[in-house]
Nanobody, 127 residues
Framework: QVQLVESGGGLVQAGGSLRLSCAAS????????MGWFRQGSEKEREFVGG????????YYADSVKDRFTISRDKAKNTVYLQMNSLKPEDTAVYYC????????????????????WGQGTQVTVSS
């Protein structure tokens, strides 16, 4: 079992920045990848980005590329999502997700490819 706890959400004005954290505990030694997803009101949960745990390679959705950055701190078992130049359309509940075993890069955006999920943290961007 892996437990994930997101934090760092809040209310920010358009153009501002936030940094989300996702702290993992439990069987984290088996981590292969972490993903960030978001779900806006009445929308499906969508992929934001992901990071391969050992190499640090990152992957992003086109909608956030060049604005969001994912990083990880292995010692703290924590993944971060730095969000800059925020837009009102970035408003959503943000979730982190954990994948224990290898998968191809093409599967990062697939919600079903992840084994564990956090409870989410709300990000609201005002115009």
């Amino acid at each position: 079992q892996v437990q994930l706890v997101e934090s760092g959400g809040g209310l920010v004005q358009a153009g501002g920045s936030l940094r989300l954290s996702c702290a993992a505990s439990g069987r984290t030694f088996s981590s292969y990848a972490m993903g960030w997803f978001r779900q806006g009101s009445e929308k499906e949960r969508e992929f934001v980005g992901g990071i391969q745990w050992s190499s640090g390679s990152t992957y992003y959705a086109d909608s956030v590329k060049d604005r969001f950055t994912i990083s990880r701190d292995k010692a703290k078992n924590t993944v971060y999502l730095q969000m800059n130049s925020l837009k009102p359309e970035d408003t959503a509940v943000y979730y982190c997700a954990h994948r224990a075993t290898y998968f191809r890069t093409t599967y990062y955006p697939d919600r079903l490819a992840y084994h564990y999920w956090g409870q989410g943290t709300q990000v609201t961007v005002s115009s």
